[in-house]
Structure formats: structure tokens, C-alpha cells
């Protein structure tokens, strides 16, 4: 850690940077996806090489935004006063909260998120100021979603439905991507 660092038992670590995928189309080709994310932990060190804290993000994907909020920790391995190899771990929910939900009198539709891991590897570079430091880093992310479709209709409660809906249509998501990401620790 710099010696602007070791003051602050606090941490904040900002990262941008696209994530690739595949995405199947209509018929059932694979195509490659490109998309955008940022995410921001917060959080504090928890010894001079390891820090935890609170992630929130944002992701996109074909036709969908999902907002992962969870835990983060960071290790950086190696001199403080040199370029460090930086490891990193995210868990949490990727929350559908910032998608529609698309309601008539007839259908319902909505999506909702679910389970996020993201392991990463990378560098930690030493900024020229000592007050900030900067990374280049690799992950890899899992990220599950959901899509429903509702259809409304009279009568008594169908078994395993929501009050109000005949049936409902489940569509499952898993996301796997590569993402390449710039951050800057203050």
C-alpha cells in the first residue's frame, strides 16, 4: 500500500470495461456478443494485502440491464512500492430492478436476476501521485436471469400460480462472459 493508503483503512475501487459473450439468435446460431460494465467496491483493507467490501454495478446484454450488488475482495501481491499482481473475487445478486415490468389486462411480463460469481486476475499499478493506483485486469463472470410471462384470467388460484395468472412462462439465462477492465483505486 502507498503511504496515502496505510492512513485510510477505507477503499474504493472503480472499474469499466467490456465483457464478451455468445448470445444465440433466431435460428439458433451463436453470435458474439460486446457489452458494457462498471462496477465500484467500497469497502475496507483488511490487512495491508487483502481488502473486502461492497460491490454495486452495472451490466448489459442483448435486450437487458442488470444491476450486480454483492461482496468484493481484492488481494495485491507483492512490493507496495512496485507494480503488484492483483487478485480478485465478486459474489452477489445481479438485480433485473432498472428493467420494465410490462402489464395490461391480459399479460404480464417482467424479468427478475439471480445468482453472480466473478473471479479476476490482473495488475496493480502504482500511480505517480502515491494518492491513487490504477488496474488492468481479466474476469470471467456467471450471471443467471429470468424472464416471465404472465397470462391473467378469472377463476380460482391455479396451484404453484401467483394469485391472478392461468399460467406463467419461465425463460432462464445464464451469462457467461470475458470482460477486460481498467480501475482506479482511491
Do not use: C
Request: no cysteine; proline share 5%; hydrophobic share 35%.
Amino acid at each position: 500500500m502507498s503511504s496515502a493508503q496505510q492512513d485510510r483503512p477505507y477503499f474504493n475501487l472503480t472499474e469499466t470495461g467490456l465483457s464478451f459473450g455468445h448470445v444465440k439468435n433466431w435460428n439458433d446460431q451463436s453470435d458474439t456478443r460486446v457489452n458494457f460494465s462498471f462496477q465500484t467496491i467500497n469497502g475496507v483493507h483488511i490487512n495491508p494485502k487483502n481488502a473486502i467490501g461492497l460491490l454495486l454495478g452495472l451490466d448489459s446484454y442483448p435486450g437487458l440491464i442488470l444491476a450486480p450488488i454483492g461482496f468484493g475482495w481484492r488481494g495485491s501481491y507483492g512490493k507496495p512500492s512496485k507494480n503488484r499482481l492483483l487478485l480478485g473475487l465478486d459474489m452477489g445478486y445481479g438485480s433485473a430492478f432498472l428493467e420494465k415490468r410490462v402489464e395490461d389486462q391480459f399479460f404480464e411480463n417482467w424479468y427478475e436476476g439471480g445468482f453472480m460469481i466473478s473471479p479476476s486476475i490482473g495488475w496493480r499499478f502504482k500511480g505517480k501521485s502515491g494518492k491513487r493506483d490504477y488496474s488492468l485486469s481479466v474476469a470471467f463472470r456467471r450471471q443467471h436471469a429470468y424472464y416471465y410471462e404472465g397470462v391473467k384470467g378469472e377463476g380460482g388460484n391455479q396451484p404453484g400460480l401467483p394469485p391472478g395468472f392461468t399460467s406463467i412462462r419461465e425463460e432462464s439465462y445464464t451469462f457467461n462472459s470475458l470482460i477486460s477492465k481498467f480501475g482506479i483505486f482511491f
